[in-house]
């Protein structure tokens, strides 16, 4: 993986730009750690850092290519999976390549295809690529949104980057936060309104669009959507379906060049991927494959069994490596390392995130990275096969607001009355809701039970699942380790979409279709385990410590939140409350310590980027 920055303008002025790129690629260093490149035209700034993953030699970037007497270049983020029947197509075309990275293929088939080129990636992406002759940028990203992609225009500048802080170290893009913004913190974060940058006038490209900046015009254009139609095969045939379509993107993603590993939780999805990678490994002689698994120290004192949680990880690890063989690696997490890094995965994901569930995905990721540069991980399962409790609970069913979000009264206590007035938070939010129901697909004459279960799946893979992969992404590329999602195939995704419900619960369980697949596969108690999350720390100290650094802040008289908040609310809120959280105020994880996590890293990030209220 890597990070890409750049801008296009009237006219490029070196060396003075040349500065300006080369601070702003380098606040994507650890994206790639590798190395770094950078390309300019009169019109055209682009940069590059690198990790190296397939064809160290051959892939460096930007790459340069002439077809004629036109140059195309591109900066590159991402993974196409597809490369070897892409690089035979155009091979028959009468391409040559240089080398056998997937940048050449994907820059070549835009010098063939054109635009178009999208529709035939499968892989995780977002890429520039500028036309010299043409005098244009195309750019794109993913279908699941997996690799990240912002943008900006400033006069006649277009402006883009893997992270926003790329794009606020261009002196035309200013930490500037208005209304919507605040509402995206306060009332909807750690989750965020797709294609919104939070900062102003700062947007995100969303999953499957492309857009084109040419003669300063700027157009987008989706090329890929779920389509929804009657689902015509029988259980039998859905089931090898979606086996083999997992087994397939497992096997494709596992091509490298560098060392590959899974995360193991123990859980069905990872216990798949790792079955699938490890029966991989044995057939093409690699030796054993290794998993990671992550817990907390002190966890088996503290752990508290809940809905959202049902059991802990620790027995379930070693029943699955011990069935695969593995080499398996234990990461353990202290409390004062996770609160020490609370901020630096703030700073990874230039926003307020998920507290811990991020900081401990972070050191977890740091450990890996000794041993390993690529890893594959189950995220999006839940998404695509209904694992989550509010796809079954009728209550959450019938909502009618974010059934991970159902807390905004509460939250809204918490927030100053001048900013609860003007971000109206309860408004905001079913404004942003009503707005994802009305772009979901449709189809005709469906059972409105059967409806509304597809409205649930639609807004938890563009909102949930896209939080959790911007978590994935920051906090494995804070790293330099490449973290792949199988899950994430857009082929399993498109047929799994239209599955209808009793198949894909068969049996009235949780993912039961994935469970039918995967038979033969896992242990039959591995198969039957009940679904538990990316694991967090119960430990007392947590609560105890970030409950201090909440009180810290309200007793400094300088801390940026205080002008936003309700100080008396927040106060009584830290000294009373407790981890007894009737229910999380987002997600499956986040009860009380991480609200005063959250509410710190508000505060660390209004600090941090010089936050401009507007």
């Excluded at 690629?25 to 019109?43: F, H, I, K, Q």
């Excluded at 028959?92 to 835009?110: A, K, N, P, Q």
């Excluded at 006038?201 to 989706?222: A, N, Q």
């Excluded at 896992?522 to 007392?540: I, W």
Aim: proline content about 6%; overall charge neutral; charged content about 25%.
């Amino acid at each position: 993986m890597c990070g890409i920055a750049g801008w296009v303008d009237r006219e490029i002025q070196l060396p003075r730009d040349r500065v300006l790129l080369e601070a702003m690629t380098a606040t994507l260093s650890n994206r790639g750690p590798d190395a770094e490149g950078y390309w300019y035209s009169s019109r055209a700034a682009l940069g590059h850092r690198r990790l190296s993953v397939v064809d160290p030699a051959g892939g460096t970037q930007p790459m340069v290519r002439t077809q004629g007497d036109k140059t195309y270049v591109i900066v590159y983020n991402g993974e196409l999976y597809n490369t070897p029947e892409l690089r035979r197509q155009l091979e028959y075309r009468g391409y040559i390549f240089r080398g056998h990275s997937d940048t050449e293929v994907l820059l070549t088939s835009y010098i063939e295809w054109g635009p178009a080129c999208v529709e035939k990636f499968n892989g995780i992406f977002a890429f520039g690529i500028w036309s010299e002759a043409e005098q244009s940028l195309f750019m794109a990203r993913d279908r699941m949104g997996v690799k990240p992609l912002f943008y900006a225009r400033r006069g006649n500048a277009f402006i883009f980057g893997s992270e926003l802080k790329a794009l606020l170290a261009h002196p035309l893009v200013k930490p500037e936060v208005a209304a919507d913004g605040l509402a995206e913190i306060f009332a909807l974060g750690p989750a965020r309104t797709p294609g919104h940058g939070v900062f102003k006038d700062v947007y995100e490209l969303r999953p499957g669009y492309s857009l084109m900046f040419k003669d300063d015009t700027l157009s987008i254009r989706r090329y890929w959507s779920l389509v929804s139609r009657p689902h015509e095969d029988d259980l039998y045939t859905t089931v090898n379906k979606v086996r083999e379509l997992l087994e397939d993107s497992i096997s494709r993603q596992l091509v490298a060049d560098v060392p590959v590993c899974t995360f193991l939780s123990g859980g069905l999805d990872s216990s798949a991927l790792s079955a699938f990678a490890a029966d991989a490994y044995k057939k093409q002689g690699l030796g054993p494959l290794h998993t990671y698994s992550v817990d907390y120290v002190d966890n088996d004192r503290y752990f508290k069994a809940s809905a959202f949680q049902p059991n802990a990880d620790a027995p379930w690890v070693k029943r699955m490596s011990d069935f695969l063989g593995s080499q398996h690696h234990y990461v353990f997490l202290d409390t004062p390392k996770l609160v020490e890094s609370l901020k630096i995965a703030m700073l990874a994901r230039d926003l307020p995130g998920m507290a811990d569930v991020d900081a401990s995905l972070y050191l977890f990721c740091r450990e890996i990275k000794k041993g390993a540069t690529v890893a594959l991980s189950g995220e999006c399962a839940d998404e695509v096969f209904g694992g989550y409790p509010w796809f079954h609970r009728e209550e959450d069913l019938n909502a009618n607001t974010f059934p991970w979000s159902q807390s905004i009264r509460e939250r809204t206590l918490l927030l100053s009355p001048e900013l609860a007035h003007t971000i109206k938070p309860e408004d905001y939010a079913a404004a942003r809701y009503r707005e994802t129901l009305a772009e979901v697909p449709k189809l005709p004459g469906e059972d409105p039970l059967e409806a509304r279960r597809r409205e649930m799946f639609y807004l938890n893979m563009v909102w949930f699942m896209q939080t959790l992969l911007d978590r994935k992404d920051r906090m494995s590329m804070a790293t330099g380790l490449e973290v792949r999602v199988p899950f994430c195939d857009h082929r399993l995704v498109e047929y799994v979409w239209n599955v209808p419900w009793f198949m894909k619960n068969f049996n009235g369980r949780e993912k039961g279709l994935l469970r039918l697949a995967l038979a033969g596969v896992l242990p039959e108690d591995v198969l039957e385990r009940r679904k538990s999350p990316y694991p967090k720390t119960h430990n007392p100290a947590y609560l105890s410590a970030v409950r201090n650094l909440l009180l810290n802040i309200l007793n400094e008289p300088s801390s940026p939140m205080l002008q936003l908040i309700n100080v008396d609310a927040v106060r009584s809120m830290a000294q009373f409350t407790d981890d007894g959280f009737s229910r999380p105020w987002f997600g499956q994880l986040m009860t009380g310590p991480q609200l005063f996590a959250y509410l710190y890293q508000v505060n660390a990030w209004l600090k941090a980027y010089n936050v401009v209220i507007k």
